[in-house]
């Protein structure tokens, strides 16, 4: 069965921590491992990662991508309230079926 | 919301009604995906459809039809709700090789 394991569930932070997020990944057929940030509306698309070892980074997020361990990781430095959301990370198949991690919620206090 | 239109925003019925919700694309991709989204389970796959009149089940189909007359239309219909499938479904579009992009959800509430 296909399945997509994030953790942390949860994560409470002060503003200027360093987080990291993690999941991992049993999927057949895997063509790109994905990450969503979801505030209280629809997912909106972070990164999108197809090679092993190969940092994308936009701003104060990075994520990096593992395929013989089947993992990844998202790094948020400096974090600040508005990263406050629900991280998911996503897996699709070369299908192009999407399968999705239950999400890790972070809430970045003042 | 990448050109992608979920009707209605919010819908209560009640208990063995039948409910059509409606997805609409202007993007013209080929792949489309209904998903719920639950407390604890995260998102999960109803159906899909990868062209017109070409669908197929998803992980937590039982109790759900789809159908894609229109490449820009998707229709997911639950024939007799029950209270298990209050949610918030989201519909989602996709071209090859790229990821996937999220209408703004429609609630639903089966009392």
């Known amino acids: 069965e296909d399945k997509v394991v994030q953790s942390p569930l949860s994560l409470v932070v002060h503003e200027g921590d360093t987080v990291t997020l993690n999941c991992s990944y049993e999927?057949?057929?895997?063509?790109?491992l994905l990450w969503y940030k979801q505030e209280k509306k629809a997912p909106t698309f972070l990164f999108m990662l197809?090679?092993?070892?190969i940092e994308k980074k936009s701003g104060r997020l990075s994520s990096i991508l593992d395929k013989k361990e089947l993992f990844s990781i998202l790094n948020i430095t400096a974090t600040q309230t508005g990263d406050s959301a629900v991280y998911l990370c996503a897996v699709a198949n070369t299908g192009n079926q999407f399968y999705f991690g239950t999400g890790t919620s972070l809430t970045v206090i003042p | 919301d990448a050109g992608i239109t979920q009707s209605p925003r919010h819908k209560v019925t009640e208990t063995g009604t039948p409910v059509t919700l409606r997805c609409h694309q202007t993007?013209?991709?080929?792949?489309m995906y209904w998903y719920r989204q639950d407390p604890g389970h995260g998102l999960r796959l109803i159906h899909y459809s990868y062209g017109v009149k070409d669908t197929d089940k998803g992980e937590v189909s039982d109790g759900y039809s789809v159908s894609r007359s229109k490449t820009e239309d998707f229709l997911l219909t639950l024939e007799s709700a029950t209270s298990s499938q209050t949610s918030v479904y989201f519909c989602a579009i996709s071209r090859d090789r790229a990821q996937v992009a999220f209408g703004s959800g429609t609630r639903l509430t089966v009392v």
């Open positions: 999927v057949t057929n895997f063509r790109s």
């Open positions: 197809t090679s092993s070892g």
């Open positions: 993007e013209n991709h080929r792949y």
